[in-house]
């Protein structure tokens, strides 16, 4: 099946570093990535869908300028963190999807952020 | 905006033990997916479900595309202590384009006693 590799699968870093986590889809083109957050316990939010060569679109109430996201190849999307503070801990997971026809959402294995 | 409620929040069996949960939505889906996370790490795709009335299979597990296309339900026969975790339930009103966005159900943990 289709396989979505995100990396690095676990962070601990200081307050104030900016992280960069990766996803990449090994097997497809993914047309379009989407970034997740999740709490413990709780289901899946969605913070921002990608299509590949265009800004990305942020949900309501996620800020663009802390969480930078680039999609600049049909195999690559970046989520970069930006100064990074306690409240930005959390495990965060990216999907990719190939956009045309009734394509469903592969998952990453997440990564587990944790801002001391 | 849309919204899907799973139920049961919550399932304790025995092993060899069937499990049923679904999902409805107030909305009228397309596509229904279900999806199934271990701990630490992302969702799996399990099923996945394109037209109202459809059923199918993944080995032991069975889950249906309601008529009405607001609900799907998803069946696991004679469950093994590696079917534990949470199963979610996902759907999208719009199959293909920019505007595709899956909705999740809040998740059904499951947990097999031995």
């Known amino acids: 099946g289709a396989v979505v590799s995100q990396h690095p699968s676990w962070v601990i870093c200081k307050s104030g570093t900016s992280v960069k986590i990766e996803c990449r889809s090994l097997?497809?083109?993914?047309?379009?990535m989407f970034w997740y957050r999740q709490f413990p316990k709780q289901s899946l939010m969605l913070m921002a869908t990608s299509n590949e060569g265009s800004k990305a679109t942020y949900e309501q109430g996620v800020e663009k300028d802390k969480f930078l996201i680039n999609h600049a190849s049909l195999t690559l999307s970046t989520l970069t963190v930006t100064s990074a503070h306690p409240e930005d801990s959390s495990f965060y997971i990216c999907s990719a999807r190939y956009a045309e026809g009734n394509q469903p959402q592969h998952f990453g294995d997440g990564t587990r952020l944790s801002i001391l | 905006g849309q919204q899907l409620n799973q139920s049961p929040q919550s399932m304790f069996i025995q092993e060899g033990e069937d499990v049923s949960m679904n999902c409805t939505s107030s909305?009228?889906?397309?596509?229904w997916l279900w999806y199934k996370q271990d701990p630490g790490e992302g969702p799996v795709l399990l099923i996945a479900l394109y037209k109202a009335g459809e059923l199918t299979s993944n080995g032991r597990l069975t889950a249906q595309f309601g008529i009405t296309r607001k609900d799907s339900f998803l069946n696991i026969s004679a469950s093994i202590p590696s079917d534990v975790g949470i199963y979610f339930c996902?759907?999208?009103?719009?199959?293909?384009?920019?505007?595709?966005?899956?909705?999740f159900g809040k998740g059904t943990l499951l947990t097999v006693n031995p």
């Open positions: 097997d497809f083109q993914a047309t379009t």
């Open positions: 909305s009228i889906f397309n596509t």
């Open positions: 996902a759907g999208t009103t719009n199959s293909g384009g920019s505007n595709y966005k899956l909705t």
